[in-house]
């Protein structure tokens, strides 16, 4: 059943992730994720009982998000899988200051906001949307999330964190009203200080969320199969 998400994480970890350190110096189009292509699976959207947004990981694809999508095993949800342009949702490190990475995390947060859009226009509910991200996908995840906080189904980020050096102000607004939101790390991350997890935990809880965080002992940039069975838990509990 894990099959493919474990090769899904064998090609991510593969490419240098959104935490590596750069020094080149990147061009920066105005809305690079635009006119990106959005991968769709499981129930049409007309007839889903529910649908899951899955955002990949620098390097990664939105075809290896439908493979992870799968092995969730929820096939009446609708899947919305976008792909990022170049397979990099920003081009820095998450540490570094948020206005490098501004442009293209903008063009990103917009993309996702079109998609929540298409979903709500089926109509399907916030309340039953879950997110999931994998590391630059997490982050963009949790950053949408804090942006437009309100009542979601769920919101899974996998080696993930808000952008920014610490001390970035987390000023957001609004109430995520028991939103259950899911932070899963390994201690072994080499791009992902602990400490930026527990404190997307602390912002996320002033949101108003139901947070569980779990870090895993030995891991180290990729998916652990715990991780599934908690998203899994988390769409059985939206809804079939």
Same mark, same amino acid.
């Given at each position: 059943?894990?099959?493919?998400?474990v090769?899904v994480?064998?090609?991510?970890?593969a490419h240098r992730?959104?935490?590596g350190?750069?020094?080149v110096?990147?061009p920066?189009p105005r809305?690079p994720?635009?006119?990106?292509p959005i991968?769709?699976?499981?129930?049409p959207?007309?007839e889903?009982?529910?649908?899951?947004?899955?955002l990949?990981?620098?390097?990664?694809s939105?075809q290896?998000?439908?493979?992870l999508?799968?092995?969730?095993d929820?096939?009446?949800f609708a899947?919305?899988?976008?792909e990022a342009a170049?397979?990099?949702? *920003?081009? *820095?490190s998450?540490?570094?200051k948020v206005?490098?990475?501004?442009?293209?995390l903008?063009?990103?947060?917009?993309l996702?906001?079109?998609?929540?859009?298409r979903i #709500?226009?089926?109509?399907i509910p916030?309340?039953?949307?879950?997110?999931?991200?994998?590391?630059?996908?997490?982050?963009v995840?949790? #950053?949408?999330?804090?942006?437009?906080?309100r009542? *979601?189904g769920g919101?899974v980020?996998?080696s993930?964190?808000?952008l920014?050096?610490?001390g970035?102000?987390r000023? *957001?607004?609004?109430?995520?009203?028991g939103?259950?939101?899911f932070?899963?790390s390994?201690?072994?991350?080499p791009h992902?200080?602990?400490r930026?997890v527990?404190?997307?935990?602390?912002?996320?809880?002033?949101?108003?969320?139901?947070?569980?965080k779990r870090?895993?002992q030995?891991?180290g940039?990729?998916?652990?199969?715990d991780?599934?069975a908690?998203?899994?838990?988390m769409?059985?509990?939206v809804?079939?």
């Amino acid at each position: 059943m894990l099959r493919s998400a474990v090769r899904v994480i064998t090609i991510l970890i593969a490419h240098r992730n959104d935490a590596g350190t750069r020094t080149v110096d990147y061009p920066m189009p105005r809305d690079p994720h635009r006119d990106q292509p959005i991968l769709l699976g499981g129930a049409p959207l007309a007839e889903a009982t529910g649908a899951l947004v899955l955002l990949h990981g620098r390097g990664g694809s939105a075809q290896d998000m439908l493979d992870l999508a799968r092995d969730l095993d929820r096939p009446r949800f609708a899947w919305l899988v976008p792909e990022a342009a170049g397979r990099h949702w *920003y081009p *820095y490190s998450l540490l570094e200051k948020v206005e490098r990475n501004r442009p293209h995390l903008n063009s990103a947060l917009s993309l996702v906001k079109r998609i929540m859009e298409r979903i #709500e226009a089926a109509p399907i509910p916030p309340e039953r949307v879950v997110l999931l991200g994998f590391s630059q996908g997490a982050s963009v995840a949790l #950053e949408f999330a804090a942006r437009n906080a309100r009542r *979601y189904g769920g919101l899974v980020a996998l080696s993930g964190a808000l952008l920014g050096p610490e001390g970035t102000p987390r000023d *957001y607004n609004g109430a995520l009203a028991g939103t259950p939101v899911f932070l899963g790390s390994g201690d072994a991350d080499p791009h992902l200080p602990k400490r930026r997890v527990d404190e997307a935990a602390t912002v996320f809880e002033r949101l108003g969320a139901t947070v569980t965080k779990r870090l895993y002992q030995g891991l180290g940039h990729a998916i652990h199969p715990d991780e599934i069975a908690v998203a899994r838990g988390m769409l059985e509990a939206v809804g079939a």
